[in-house]
């Protein structure tokens, strides 16, 4: 800095001056910049995924399997489950659940969120198939041995002479999850219904997903195929008691022709290559069933009237 006396007064040069403004100026910001860092250093990490409880997070949930989570690019969980109406507080009945691909979204979301699960398996019996019996034995083994996920869930039954699946007009929602063609084999599928709308509440809600036959095709009393026309599951439906409330295109695969050598299975996720009960067939080629992906879905929302 340049300094000079003029009568007993001290002078300081325009440049000087400049300089030294410049220079401190650099010091104040570098001792702001680390002021800063070490707030944010010191600020707590925003966590990661979405809240605890929610249906994101039970449809992300680290406890359902990689091959299970893949197929929700097919399955459409959380819009499937949300064009239904669910919410966390509701009592929901889960017609045959199988293995379990859906209660393990659905048991920990209502779990959190103060509602009830109740899975309405096979009904065992001294000819109930013994796949079947496997099937529930397992399911109530994972399902009921960790609470803290699960939460109490109950477990009855549906079956050609099963009782009530839950107490009457007690449950809030039912789902029929890509079963209806089963029961028509067997004989029950007016009875699902029946009890379907005899476990809700008036104004509850019956979620359905089913294979879907195309309406120009004729509907095989037995559904080997596996499909169903959606013209005749609103029928079932109707006659029941129910009230439509509306149809969603959510699974719908226009790849599926629905004409396939083992029907619906031949596609993913059983992607057979024999008739059922048959060895399996190495040298079937699955290039073009392995292309459609999963079966054309209809997912169909109705209501028991108050």
């Known amino acids: 800095m340049t300094e000079r006396r003029t009568n007993g007064r001290l002078f300081v040069s325009r440049r000087s001056w400049l300089a030294g403004t410049a220079a401190l ?6 001792g702001c ?3 800063e860092k070490s707030a944010r250093d010191a600020a707590p990490t925003t966590p990661q995924g ?3 409880g929610s249906l994101e997070w039970a449809v992300a949930g680290s406890w359902r399997s990689a091959s299970d989570r893949a197929r929700d690019a097919d399955r459409h969980p959380m819009e499937t489950l949300r064009f239904f109406g669910l919410q966390p507080t509701m009592t929901v009945v889960d017609f045959w659940p199988g293995s379990g691909w859906y209660a393990e979204i659905l048991a920990p979301y209502l779990a959190e969120g103060g509602g009830r699960y109740i899975a309405a398996g096979f009904q065992t019996g001294p000819l109930t198939d013994p796949a079947q019996s496997q099937l529930m034995a397992a399911f109530e083994q994972r399902f009921t041995g960790d609470e803290k996920l699960y939460g109490q869930i109950v477990l009855s039954a549906f079956g050609p ?8 007009g007690t449950a809030d929602m039912v789902l029929f999850m890509r079963y209806i063609h089963a029961w028509m084999a067997a004989g029950i599928a007016e009875k699902a219904f029946a009890d379907a709308f005899a476990a809700l509440r008036p104004g509850g809600f019956l979620g359905i997903e089913q294979h879907r036959l195309a309406p120009d095709s004729d509907q095989d009393p037995a ?11 609103k029928q079932l439906a109707a006659e029941a ?9 959510i699974n719908a695969n226009p790849d599926d ?8 299975e031949t596609l993913a996720p059983l992607r057979l290559t024999a008739a059922r009960g048959e060895p399996a067939d190495p040298a079937f080629d699955r290039t073009e069933y392995d292309a459609i992906g999963e079966s054309d879905r209809m997912t169909l929302k109705f209501r028991k009237p108050e």
Do not use: C, I, N
């Open 241 to 249: 008691g129910f009230v439509f409330v509306a149809a969603s295109e």
């Open 33 to 35: 910049g680390k002021e």
């Open 257 to 264: 022709d629905t004409d396939h050598p083992f029907g619906v």
């Open 223 to 233: 559904a080997s195929s596996g499909y169903v026309q959606e013209a005749f599951v």
């Open 161 to 168: 002479t099963s009782g009530p699946v839950a107490e009457a």
């Open 25 to 30: 100026a650099l010091v104040t910001m570098a």
């Open 50 to 52: 979405p809240p605890e």
